[in-house]
């Protein structure tokens, strides 16, 4: 299963985002949170072909929604439930719907963590008041790149001796020399390749 994880700049457009997406082969790609130069779920589904999947989010930030598109199927998943540190009760709500966030690509499952519901998982890797949060593959798409990265490149990586973690943001800052807007982890460590034009960065994932 190949995985693709785009990190587009702000000055990109819909169109050049949606152009980037056509020249790629890969089974599952994934876009960051919501950002103005999102493409529409319509738009993206015209361009796929059969057998590659797509992860976005569309709509206003506080109201937005994640979908996982097909060539058939335009998927709605369950929205984003917090975004800075979580109560008990915001925890308890994640962990009631990621079985709904957790969908069959091919031979794997993949579970989607939205922007800063990876704070649901402390730095070690292990889940926050013992709630249960299991994945084979966990996307945790952000809507701009996070800071505290001495923090959170330790817990993607930790929670990466569970499964591939894929991490990816807007670049908002419109800076091609970011190396924290787009990762993925196995193993413990930071794998894939790294690529990029003058729209976006983009990390290249093969699961063995």
């Known amino acids: 299963m190949k995985i693709i994880a785009i990190a587009p700049l702000a000055s990109s457009s819909a169109g050049q985002i949606l152009a980037l997406i056509k020249t790629l082969d890969a089974n599952l790609i994934i876009l960051p949170g919501h950002c103005a130069n999102t493409p529409s779920a319509a738009r993206v589904r015209r361009a796929l072909p059969q057998g590659t999947f797509v992860f976005l989010e569309a709509g206003e930030k506080q109201q937005a929604s994640p979908y996982l598109i097909s060539f058939s199927a335009i998927d709605k998943l369950p929205k984003q439930v917090f975004g800075t540190s979580p109560t008990k009760q915001d925890l308890l709500d994640l962990e009631s ?4 966030r957790t969908v069959q690509v091919g031979k794997h ?3 989607f963590i939205l922007c ?3 704070n649901a998982f402390k730095a070690d890797g292990s889940e926050k008041s013992g709630i249960k ?3 084979d593959i966990l996307i945790n798409p952000a809507h701009s790149v996070m800071g505290r990265w001495h923090i959170l490149g330790k817990k993607l990586s930790a929670l990466s001796h ?3 973690v894929v991490h990816t943001a807007n670049n908002l800052r419109d800076s091609g020399r970011l190396t924290t807007d ?3 982890y196995a193993g413990g460590r930071q794998v894939g390749e790294r690529d990029g034009n ?5 990390c290249t994932y093969e699961i063995p």
Do not use: D, M, N
Not at 97 to 100: D, G, I, L, Q, V
Not at 198 to 202: G, I, M, P
């Open 198 to 202: 003058e729209f976006a960065a983009w």
């Open 182 to 184: 787009v990762r993925i």
């Open 162 to 164: 569970q499964g591939v």
């Open 109 to 111: 499952w993949v579970s």
């Open 133 to 135: 949060l299991p994945f």
């Open 116 to 118: 800063g519901e990876i």
């Open 97 to 100: 719907c990621f079985p709904y």
